[in-house]
């Protein structure tokens, strides 16, 4: 398996895990109250700084640990990391066009970071399947 293919489950997995560990912190904290009003600052940056850490870290325990191509791209790899980004970067655009109308509708601000954390996760799951797909069953350029 290539480096950056590892990379991109790495990334997925991630995604997935810290975001799923947000929902539950938010949702185990809503109890009765409306999740509008769930303090949700510190888990969202929490769950920010530990998927970052977390992506510096394992990826580079993979490069210690599985040297071989992990200071190489070739062609193929480059093309397939753009195709990926092109098509994660679609939800960003989505989110941030979301955040928008959300913050012209004058709704609250839990709604609205929610909105744009979804879509970085979105982007980021995409993105890397995305990736693991054209390692997997083969790339089409444009």
């Known amino acids: 398996m290539p480096f950056?293919?590892?990379s991109a489950w790495v990334m997925g997995v991630l995604a997935v895990g810290t975001y799923t560990g947000y929902l539950i912190?938010?949702?185990g904290r809503a109890g009765d109250t409306p999740l509008a009003e769930v303090s949700?600052?510190?888990p969202l940056l929490w769950a920010l700084g530990v998927s970052i850490a977390a992506s510096i870290v394992i990826h580079?325990?993979?490069a210690t640990f599985s040297p071989?191509?992990?200071r190489k791209k070739d062609q193929r790899d480059r093309e397939i990391n753009r195709f990926g980004e092109h098509i994660g970067q679609s939800f960003v655009v989505i989110g941030?066009?979301?955040a928008l109308g959300m913050a012209m509708a004058e709704l609250d601000y839990f709604w609205?970071?929610?909105?744009v954390y979804l879509a970085f996760v979105l982007s980021a799951i995409l993105g890397s399947t995305a990736r693991i797909v054209a390692y997997r069953r083969g790339f089409q350029p444009w």
Do not use: F, P
């Open 4 to 6: 950056e293919e590892k």
């Open 25 to 27: 912190v938010i949702l």
């Open 40 to 42: 949700y600052v510190a």
């Open 60 to 62: 580079t325990l993979v």
């Open 68 to 70: 071989k191509g992990a």
């Open 96 to 98: 941030g066009v979301a």
């Open 112 to 115: 609205i970071a929610n909105a």
